[in-house]
């Protein structure tokens, strides 16, 4: 059963809306409860446990006191922000970012820190190549968005520069950087989840790190548990993810893939690459078994995008489209665990 959070302000429209976003939001870990009146609210306490409150700022702390809750939240206006310990959330601003930062502000308990194996593990799909410029990112994307209309889908990228925030034209406030942070901490749940989670289409996705040498913070051991966590915790049935050029023997982490795709070129350069790093995967034993590892070359032309904006939009339904289509139509099978 999803814990309470209740929801009051002396607006009563702001709790109204701001709860019926939040129950439409398949992550959050919450029923969300919106309140009129503080009478009700702590009639309600009392008899039902509220884990989390979210409280407007103009609220008395006597009036505060007889109303039980786990944890407080205070929904900030312009001024007037409280100078206690619970934290505040500025409450006028799109209610995708107010959730973002209610649950990075959230502290959940010990036991709840870690995930939990609940029958429903997803499966890790990797996009490598050893060859640059050959549509890896752009391939990753789009089959995601593409798997993300039959199954739920997220989105991550080992990239140092993936050009992501740029092609959407968003404005991230959180990162891939910040769940490694809440990963080494040993606080990572859903909650964590859902607050550096983003929404491209039908697909979830976690920017990535904004500055290169957060990467080099990250060793193999750290991905591969993350990326446990996150397909065993039932909250998605495919996690996507672009190895993009990671290096640190990034070949290890293939061991947690269902299925590896590698974009390549057919010039003499690309070829060679190629080669090369097929055969230092049989040299070091790490050559993945059966038909994982699947080479696959796009359909480019002189078509594709040129301008920035809308270029995934318009990619997703080009020829590049329609063959990532193709290709993942005779897979279905293989897209969850």
């Not at 009051?8 to 109204?16: N, S, W």
């Not at 509220?50 to 001024?79: C, Y």
């Not at 993936?162 to 809440?182: I, V």
């Not at 051991?221 to 190895?243: H, K, N, P, R």
Request: aromatic share 10%.
């Amino acid at each position: 059963m999803k814990r309470v959070m209740a929801v009051y302000d002396e607006d009563p429209f702001y709790a109204e809306r701001f709860a019926e976003f939040a129950n439409h939001k398949e992550l959050t870990p919450f029923m969300a409860v919106a309140f009129t009146s503080l009478e009700r609210l702590k009639t309600f306490s009392q008899k039902q446990k509220v884990e989390l409150l979210l409280i407007g700022h103009e609220v008395s702390d006597q009036a505060l006191a007889e109303i039980k809750a786990g944890q407080i939240i205070w929904l900030g206006g312009m001024g007037g922000d409280r100078l206690d310990d619970n934290p505040v959330v500025y409450k006028y601003q799109a209610s995708d970012h107010v959730l973002r930062e209610v649950m990075a502000c959230y502290r959940t308990a010990p036991e709840q820190t870690v995930y939990v194996q609940t029958g429903l593990a997803g499966s890790i799909i990797g996009v490598y190549s050893p060859v640059n410029r050959c549509g890896k990112t752009s391939f990753a994307v789009i089959m995601g968005q593409i798997m993300a209309r039959e199954s739920r889908v997220l989105f991550l990228s080992l990239e140092e520069n993936s050009g992501l925030a740029r092609l959407l034209g968003a404005e991230h406030k959180t990162s891939l950087s910040d769940l490694f942070y809440y990963y080494r901490q040993g606080d990572l749940g859903r909650e964590r989840l859902k607050a550096v989670t983003y929404r491209l289409n039908e697909m979830d996705y976690i920017p990535p790190v904004p500055y290169a040498e957060d990467l080099a913070q990250i060793s193999c051991e750290d991905i591969a548990g993350l990326l446990t966590g996150i397909c065993t915790s039932g909250g998605y049935d495919v996690i996507v993810v672009d190895f993009g050029q990671y290096g640190k023997g990034i070949e290890r982490l293939f061991e947690l893939c269902r299925q590896i795709y590698v974009p390549t070129l057919s010039d003499g350069i690309s070829k060679a690459k190629l080669e090369e790093w097929m055969a230092y995967l049989e040299l070091s034993g790490r050559m993945p078994e059966e038909n994982r590892l699947q080479l696959i070359r796009l359909p480019w032309s002189q078509a594709q995008p040129a301008q920035t904006e809308g270029y995934l939009e318009q990619l997703l339904w080009s020829e590049v489209g329609d063959y990532v289509r193709s290709l993942l139509g005779g897979r279905r099978e293989g897209w969850k665990a």
